[in-house]
């Protein structure tokens, strides 16, 4: 950490660099991020290669301190930061529900009471057992019927076009399976919370261009 902070930042030029970022995420930054950053830097950066490692339980402080991690990226929901690690909040993402095409029940929208009755699908990247749709319902002393528990957004959108389950998704993710699956996107009950896009890195080496570069271009795709 102290040769970080006293050596000069190794010079950066993104057509030239045959750079490898290391990226620690999840399936949501996997899918809705990763193939639109690869698309600029095969354009800007031919010779720069990502390498996604899937984020678990615990942040991987070590890796960013020595560079072996460039960046962290996920939900407030499965991440606990610590204070002296750097973080960004690149996006705020409304969730969304996925139904099988000509549910029975379910055309356009789930109101409040069908949201409890109708079983889920829970999509669980963590393998955790319960999401900020359970702690919104928990307020209000309800709970949702939780079939099955899935770690894979394929798997899940699989499982709930084949049966009248619910599938509660960030909204851009809801999107991308329902053009992809026979799945419909239905809107979910106005007062459902939020998903925050968290972007972390460690403060030792916040001066490398590289890094700077990166994050400025991941933002600016986000944000698009």
Request: with cysteine.
């Amino acid at each position: 950490m102290l040769e970080q902070q006293f050596s000069e930042p190794q010079p950066f030029d993104p057509a030239s660099s045959q750079r490898r970022f290391v990226i620690s995420t999840t399936d949501y930054v996997e899918c809705v991020l990763i193939p639109p950053l690869i698309a600029q830097l095969n354009q800007l950066a031919p010779g720069i290669n990502i390498e996604i490692l899937i984020l678990r339980d615990q942040l991987p402080e070590a890796e960013l301190a020595n560079g072996d991690i460039d960046l962290v990226l996920g939900f407030d929901e499965y991440m606990k930061v610590p204070p002296h690690l750097s973080r960004e909040t690149w996006l705020t993402e409304p969730l969304s529900g996925l139904v099988r095409q000509g549910h029975p029940s379910i055309t356009e929208a789930v109101d409040l009471q069908q949201l409890v009755t109708t079983p889920h699908v829970f999509h669980s990247p963590l393998g955790t057992r319960d999401s900020i749709v359970d702690r919104f319902l928990a307020r209000q002393g309800l709970k949702r019927q939780i079939s099955v528990n899935s770690q894979s957004y394929m798997s899940a959108a699989a499982i709930v076009s084949q049966t009248d389950q619910l599938l509660v998704l960030p909204q851009r993710v809801a999107s991308l399976l329902a053009a992809s699956w026979s799945l419909q996107q239905v809107r979910l009950p106005a007062a459902m919370p939020s998903y925050h896009l968290n972007c972390v890195w460690h403060p030792v080496q916040q001066a490398q261009p590289a890094l700077q570069w990166l994050k400025g271009l991941m933002r600016q795709l986000v944000t698009a």
